[in-house]
């Protein structure tokens, strides 16, 4: 089975420029979640797609970020204009979506974005 | 108080060793918990998850959750070089009426041959 899926893995921008991040979740998984991993630091959730509804995007910068979830399969998320302090790795995870406590979340590659 | 705690480390352990790595959180409602193991430059992987207090075990790894003290543990029996990584302690929190799984800094491990 194919785990989750993210492109590009890598991406350097110079500052104001805008950015986009693709992910496509494991096959039959109707969650998706976005998370922002700095350096030494956990994941940090930025928003969660329950199908193709954004159900918590309370830690989502809203004047520069942007996500969507067209027909609730691939998800993009969008930067724009990229500041140096976006510089980070950018996990997208997924998981079945059955609201139990034993949900598991399981993480793509993640792309490392470096603003110059 | 940060809702997810771990000792950032690095903490060394000799080959063949026990590693302790522990994890407290601040929401005594919290039902699941979970354990992420993260290579260098590479994603969260799940390798133990625990939702009932006691001991799991999983071949060389048991995870270990005291609801009462709110506090996880993972203890990796036998370590490997190959066990060197940042180990992430994640635990299911209700805020703000949803649930989110919430992660830990981390705990960075060493295993030396």
């Known amino acids: 089975e194919a785990g989750v899926v993210q492109s590009p893995r890598y991406k350097i921008i110079e500052k104001k420029q805008p950015v986009a991040f693709w992910c496509n979740p494991i096959?039959?998984?109707?969650?998706l979640y976005w998370y922002l991993q700095n350096l030494g630091q956990g994941p940090e959730l930025l928003i969660r797609?329950?199908?193709?509804?954004?159900?918590?995007d309370s830690q989502l910068p809203k004047d520069r970020f942007s996500a969507e979830r067209l027909k609730g399969v691939d998800s993009t998320l969008k930067i724009q204009p990229a500041e140096l302090g976006d510089s980070a790795v950018y996990l997208c995870?997924?998981?079945?979506?059955?609201?139990?406590?034993?949900?598991?979340?399981?993480f793509g590659p993640g792309t490392r974005l470096l603003v110059l | 108080q940060k809702e997810v705690e771990q000792n950032s480390g690095p903490l060394s352990v000799p080959e063949g060793a026990i590693a302790s790595l522990n994890c407290t959180y601040s929401?005594?409602?919290?039902?699941?918990f979970f354990w992420y193991r993260q290579y260098s430059g590479k994603s969260p992987e799940l390798i133990m998850s625990?939702?009932?207090?006691g001991d799991k075990e999983d071949g060389r790894f048991t995870a270990q959750l005291n609801k009462a003290s709110q506090y996880v543990s993972l203890l990796i029996r036998d370590s490997q070089p190959s066990d060197s990584a940042t180990y992430l302690c994640?635990?299911?929190?209700?805020?703000?009426?949803?649930?989110?799984?919430?992660f830990g800094q981390g705990t960075r491990l060493t295993i030396n041959p």
């Open positions: 797609y329950e199908n193709e509804e954004a159900v918590d």
């Open positions: 625990i939702y009932s207090n």
């Open positions: 096959s039959g998984h109707n969650t």
């Open positions: 995870a997924s998981s079945l979506g059955l609201k139990g406590i034993r949900e598991t979340q399981y």
């Open positions: 929401d005594r409602g919290s039902q699941s």
């Open positions: 994640a635990v299911n929190l209700i805020i703000q009426g949803a649930q989110k799984l919430v």
